[in-house]
């Protein structure tokens, strides 16, 4: 089973600073999710990535995968109180079960 | 349900002690797992239910954990004889498709804490 890092661990910002976070392997993905989860609740997901350099929006955060499927990030442009919470990456390694990594906590401050 | 319900949200016990843990999944889906998250840390995969059967027990840390999914719905962790090292947030997915791709819907976990 391959190792999801990410980094940083922690980040905290003002308020309409943006900021991106990571997540790297060694090994290549088959696709990569990318949750965030708020205090107290589950993560809810994100986005599904699958093809190598593929680019998504939604809103005011952009993923992007890597060329060569080994890693990807995370951009959120202008962020906002709302934005806090913990950012996990996760693999699919096969009948739906996830590979998570540790997780970026991501503070907004007014 | 509208969406993923495990109960309790806390539970405090006393080293020694069973203690069982419910998740309610999304109605219909087929496809359900739990995961434990300790302090600071990403989800660790425990067990994979599709319909009342469990393809994939891999993820269980020792004998003391087992679970059951009955009716292809309702399932239960049951944690024997818990340890301080158990304490951690344990968080049930349930998804529609087993597949690659799925989508994970989680519910908001059960924060056990061992005394």
Do not use: M
Not at chain 1, 52 to 65: C, D, I
Not at chain 2, 19 to 24: A, F, I, K, S
């Amino acid at each position: 089973t391959q190792l999801l890092e990410q980094s940083p661990q922690f980040l905290s910002i003002q308020e309409g600073e943006n900021l991106t976070v990571y997540c790297n392997s060694s090994s290549v993905f088959s696709s990569l999710q990318w949750y965030r989860q708020e205090p107290g609740e589950g993560p809810v997901l994100l986005v599904t990535v699958v093809t190598g350099g593929e680019v998504k929006k939604l809103k005011r955060l952009t993923f992007q995968f890597g060329d060569a499927r080994k890693d990807s990030s995370l951009h959120i442009t202008a962020a906002q109180p709302g934005d806090t919470g913990l950012y996990l990456c996760a693999e699919n390694i096969g009948w739906g079960k996830l590979q998570f990594g540790a997780g970026t906590q991501v503070v907004v401050t007014p | 349900g509208a969406g993923v319900s495990q109960s309790p949200s806390n539970k405090v016990t006393e080293k020694g002690k069973d203690v069982e843990l419910r998740c309610d999944p999304i109605s219909g889906h087929t496809a359900l797992y739990w995961y434990r998250q300790s302090l600071g840390q990403g989800l660790e995969f425990l067990i994979y239910f599709q319909g009342n059967s469990a393809p994939d027990k891999s993820g269980l840390p020792s004998d003391r954990f087992s679970a059951e999914r009955t009716g292809g719905s309702v399932s239960t962790l049951t944690i024997q004889r818990t340890q301080q090292e158990d304490s951690a947030v344990y968080l049930c997915a349930s998804s529609l498709e087993r597949l690659s791709g799925g989508k994970l819907f989680f519910g908001s976990g059960t924060q056990l804490s061992v005394l």
